[in-house]
């Protein structure tokens, strides 16, 4: 299952499921294209998004490229380094986070959003 992470036409990246969360990834999966508009909190992108789901597993350490369901958001999140809630060089989520895809390509697009920006999930 792939999904893609547009800002606009050519300036987006690329995801797979990874088998973590798979049911998280296809109720997401089924409810695109999710729109909503960029956020930062240190290296971590997120977006608000109108869907709330179950989570199977939750973890705060993640890594670069997760891509993730935020359940108090509830808002996807997209992990490029650490947070303010890191330590030392970990990843780390404000708080339980389910992992379900990681970016494959484009990771540095994503790097170009500025807050307030319309991202979209497809």
């Not at 089924?30 to 977006?47: H, S, T």
């Not at 490229?65 to 890191?86: K, R």
Request: proline fraction near 6%.
């Amino acid at each position: 299952m792939r999904f893609k992470l547009r800002l606009k036409p050519g300036v987006e990246a690329i995801a797979e499921a990874t088998g973590e969360n798979l049911g998280v990834a296809e109720r997401i999966h089924r409810a695109l294209p999710i729109a909503g508009r960029v956020e930062w909190w240190g290296e971590e992108l997120y977006f608000y998004i109108p869907l709330e789901t179950s989570v199977e597993s939750g973890r705060e350490v993640v890594e670069v490229g997760d891509v993730a369901y935020w359940p108090e958001g509830p808002a996807i999140c997209v992990f490029l380094g650490p947070t303010p809630a890191s330590r030392g060089d970990e990843v780390r989520a404000y708080s339980e986070v389910a992992v379900f895809a990681k970016v494959v390509e484009g990771l540095e697009h994503l790097r170009q959003a500025r807050r307030g920006d319309e991202i979209t999930l497809c």
